[in-house]
């Protein structure tokens, strides 16, 4: 048997890692300019100076991304309904092997359109004073709006990757990340520092809010030496509580399926099979996930919603028993950022996932041996 030689150049993995972050940023500045025109505008009527044009600038900006995703759902269905009533004109076009993703397609433009609707749905006044009798949010506040509305992008990632298919996903990740182990740390690194400065930005800094102010906003101070043990003891605690969860769902015929199992695999995997890898999935997801969800959105959207949208954004898990950990988990974090500080929950989340990681490193090792 011949056995196929890949070879790596540096040159391509820079590329690539190049283009991935502008992807990245690309991705995060239509969010980053949102909520600076909304904060901008939330200062304004703080000291009671005219606010109108910044906040209807935020709105106009966040309703024209839901329009587009509304017009392209709309299009992605309208297509796949052109290929169900003609199934022959992909094969006279010589386009063949894509029968799951054309099948995928109406429930992909569903899961556009829907979540973008609602989104637009959300930022009219009615709707947010109505929301804002079950949420402590203010609804005349530009960036209480704008935050409400931007939680359907979470919905939008969950329908599309239910609707493409777990297992399809998977595929893809597989074939899309040939080579690019070495980028994959870098890469999550990125995304969570956006996604952390997104949350800073969101509150205020750079606008309305300095620096420190900033950050006690966030809940992010230095904890005690007991907060710091709190953190570290509930992190290595809940591993064997979820993992027992997860055990007797799957005695009972509710364990994740081989498409949630295959997938995370190939999203996190590779970062299994290193220390500094292990390292990363801790740190930077309780640097990235704890600042925005913690931080920024638990005063404003409260404990329970909260920890809803940290488990739905776990698209990788679509919707089973490891959902419904991550539920438990964000729960956790955040009673402990009520009683404590979100630097506490970074340091909760931190050791859960690089326990996780440590022992399926060591499991995989042992297998090896």
């Known amino acids: 048997m011949l056995e196929?030689?890949?070879?790596?150049?540096?040159?391509?993995?820079e590329e690539r890692s190049m283009s991935e972050l502008i992807s990245l940023v690309l991705l995060f500045v239509p969010l980053f300019a949102v909520f600076w025109a909304a904060n901008v505008a939330e200062g304004r009527r703080a000291r009671g100076e005219p606010y109108e044009m910044p906040a209807l600038a935020a709105y106009l900006l966040l309703a024209a991304l839901y329009a587009g995703g509304v017009a392209i759902g709309l299009l992605i269905q309208l297509g796949a309904a052109l290929f169900a009533m003609q199934p022959g004109l992909l094969a006279e076009?010589?386009?063949?092997?894509?029968?799951?993703?054309?099948?995928?397609?109406?429930l992909v433009g569903l899961s556009l359109w829907l979540p973008s609707l609602l989104g637009l749905?959300?930022?009219?006044?009615?709707?947010?004073?109505?929301?804002?009798?079950?949420?402590?949010?203010?609804?005349?506040?530009?960036?209480?709006?704008?935050a409400l509305a931007?939680?359907?992008?979470?919905l939008t990632n969950l329908l599309i990757t239910l609707g493409m298919g777990l297992g399809n996903l998977a595929d893809m990740v597989a074939e899309a990340d040939n080579g690019r182990d070495g980028t994959a740390l870098l890469t999550l690194w990125a995304q969570q520092i956006l996604t952390a400065l997104?949350?800073?930005v969101g509150v205020g800094w750079l606008t309305r809010r300095d620096l420190?102010?900033?950050?006690?906003?966030?809940?992010?101070v230095m904890p005690s030496a007991r907060q710091?043990?709190?953190?570290?003891?509930l992190g290595v605690a809940m591993v064997p509580v979820v993992l027992a969860l997860e055990y007797v769902a799957s005695l009972v015929g509710m364990g994740a399926s081989a498409d949630v199992e295959r997938l995370t695999e190939e999203l996190l995997g590779p970062l299994f099979q290193s220390p500094f890898g292990i390292l990363t999935l801790g740190?930077?997801?309780?640097?990235?996930?704890?600042?925005?969800?913690?931080?920024?959105?638990?005063?404003?959207f409260g404990l329970i919603a909260t920890a809803l949208l940290f488990a739905l954004i776990h698209s990788n898990y679509g919707i089973t028993i490891s959902t419904l950990a991550v539920f438990l988990v964000g729960l956790l974090l955040g009673w402990v950022r009520l009683r404590h500080n979100t630097t506490t929950a970074m340091a909760l989340h931190a050791v859960y996932n690089i326990t996780l990681g440590l022992l399926a490193y060591l499991s995989t090792s042992m297998l090896d041996f």
Request: one cysteine or more; a neutral charge; hydrophobic letters at 50%.
């Open 212 to 220: 420190r102010a900033t950050l006690a906003r966030l809940g992010i």
């Open 198 to 200: 997104l949350a800073m």
């Open 228 to 233: 710091w043990l709190i953190g570290v003891g």
């Open 121 to 146: 749905v959300l930022l009219l006044p009615p709707v947010r004073r109505m929301v804002a009798r079950l949420l402590p949010m203010d609804p005349q506040n530009p960036v209480h709006g704008v």
């Open 150 to 154: 931007l939680s359907m992008l979470i």
């Open 283 to 300: 740190l930077s997801a309780a640097l990235g996930e704890e600042t925005i969800f913690r931080g920024a959105a638990q005063p404003r």
């Open 4 to 13: 196929q030689e890949c070879t790596f150049h540096p040159e391509v993995m």
């Open 93 to 106: 076009a010589g386009i063949t092997g894509v029968e799951e993703g054309v099948a995928s397609l109406p």
